[in-house]
C-alpha cells in the first residue's frame, strides 16, 4: 500500500479503546494522510480491505468511491441502506506537519481524543471509520448495504457534486457527518464561493518608507458553519480593521501594502492573519501605539469567545515592492467592508443561523489578490442574494468577482418515516429522543437529495468539538454511544422494514 504508516506503530493506543472496531479503522485514517485532493492513499487502503472482505468497490468519474456488501443471508429483498461519509479532512496545524505524508499523532485527554497540535480529523473520520467497522461486522443483521465514500467535502464539496447518477441503490441514507450527540439533523444550509481576484502594477519604493509586517493570531478558529454563531475574531476581519484604523491615521497616500496572508480554508474561521506594509518612516511609532490600543480593544470585545488574541508589528521586514497608495487603499478598504459571520437567523427554526458568510482565504503576493468567501443559507435564494451582494461591492472598488461552487441545501421533512425508526432506536440506546435539528452547515445530502429525491435521509455523529482547528477533539462516550445507534438502526430496517 502507498504511504504506510511509517516505523514506530503510531496511534497504537487506540487499539484498546472502545468500541474497538470505530477505534481500529480511525487509526488507518489518522495513519493515512488525506488532506483534500489528496484522498488517494485512503481511498486505495479502503479498495484494498472490501476487497480482501471479497466486496464490490467502483469509483464513479467524480473520485467518489462506493462499495457493497451483500444482505445478511434471508434478507436480500430489504432495501438497501446507504452508509455516506467523506473521506478528506481539514488541515490546520500549530505545529509543524507535512499532510501529505505525516500522520495525525493522537492523545486521550480527559474522556476527549485530540490530535498533537494539529486538526484530528474525527470530522468526519469518525463517521468514514462506522462505515468501514459496518462493513466488517459479521455478527450485525442487515440487508443490501453501500457505502459512499467521497471527496473534497472540505474544499468544495466536489465530489458529492460530480456523484454519478443512477449508482446509488439505496432507499435510506445515513450520513455521518454531524457533530452532537443526542441530535439527528434533517437539514442543512447549502452554499456559493464568491471568489474575488484583481491584479494590481507593483512599485518600489525609496528610502523615506519603512517597511512593516501587522499580525493578527491567538484565535481560536473552527467551523465557519457550526460555530459562526460563535461570533468567534476571524483575522480576515481584524486585520483589516487594523489596516483601516493605520489608513484613516495617516495622512492620504501614506500607506502602501506589498502582500497578505490570511487563511488556508474557506470553511474555516481564520485564526491567523499577516500583512506587510510599508510607511513614512516618521509614522512607524505611532503605528506601533496605534496597534497596541487595538490589541487591547480586541481583547475586551473578544474576552468570551477569543481572549488570547494578539494583534503584533514588526519593522524587520526586507524592502519590496508594493501597491501604489491608491490601490492599496483600494485593497484595505474592500477587506474592511466585507460582512462576516451571522446575516441572518431563521424565522422557521429559531436560533439556527440562516444566512452567513466567512471570509476563508485572502492572499495577496506578487500583486496578485486572490479572496475566497464562503456564504451559506438555509435558504438557496438567500445564499445567491448575499453572493450577488458581495460580488457587487467588489465590482463598485474596480475588482473582478464571480460566484462558483453552489450547492443546494436539503430540505427537511419532519415526520418521514426514517426519522421516527431512528427515533425509536434513539430511546432505545440513549434512555431519551434525540433532538431533531437542521444544521448551518454543508452536509452532503443536500446535493445528494437533489441528484437522488427518493432517498429518505438522517445524519448523525459522536460530539465533536472545534473541527476545522487544531482544538478539534471527539468524545470518547459519544463515539460509543454514535455505534449502538448505528449498529441498531441498520440491524431494525432489516428485521423491521418501513413500510414502502
Known sequence: MSNEAPVGNPNEHLESLSPAPIWHFFRLLCNTPRPSYKEEAILSKIEQFAEQRGFSSERDEGGNLLVKRPATPGYEQVPVVTLQSHVDMVAQADVEHDFSKDPILTEVRDGWL?????????????????ALAVLADD????????????????????????????????????????????????????????????????????????????????LNGGHSGVEINQQKGSANQLLPRALLAVLDALEEGAVAIASYRGGEMSNAITRSASAVIAVKNADVAAISAQVAELEATLKQELAEVDAGVVVTVSDEVPR?????????????????????????YSDEVPGVVETSNNIGIVELEGGRLSLDAMVRSLRDSAALALAARIEGLARLGGFSAESSSFYPGWNPIPHSPLLTRFCDIHTQVEGHSPEVKVIHAGLECGIIGAQYPHLEMISFGPTIKGPHSPSERVELAAVEAFWGLLRGTIESLAKDPLPA
Open 114 to 130: 485530540w490530535a498533537k497540535g494539529t486538526t484530528l480529523g474525527a470530522d468526519n473520520g469518525i463517521g468514514v471509520a462506522g
Open 139 to 218: 455478527e450485525l443483521v442487515h440487508g443490501p448495504l453501500e457505502a459512499l465514500f467521497t471527496v473534497e467535502e472540505e474544499t468544495s464539496m466536489g465530489g458529492a457534486l460530480r456523484l454519478a447518477p443512477n449508482w446509488l441503490q439505496g432507499r435510506y441514507l445515513l450520513n455521518m457527518d454531524s457533530e452532537d450527540r443526542g441530535e439527528v439533523y434533517i437539514g442543512c444550509a447549502g452554499g456559493v464561493h464568491v471568489k474575488i481576484s484583481e491584479h494590481f502594477v507593483e512599485h518600489e519604493l525609496d528610502s523615506q518608507w519603512t517597511f512593516l509586517t501587522l499580525s493578527v493570531s491567538g
Open 320 to 344: 519590496q515592492a508594493a501597491l501604489s497608495a491608491e490601490d492599496s487603499a483600494r485593497f484595505i478598504r474592500l477587506l474592511g467592508a466585507l460582512p462576516y459571520g451571522v446575516e441572518r
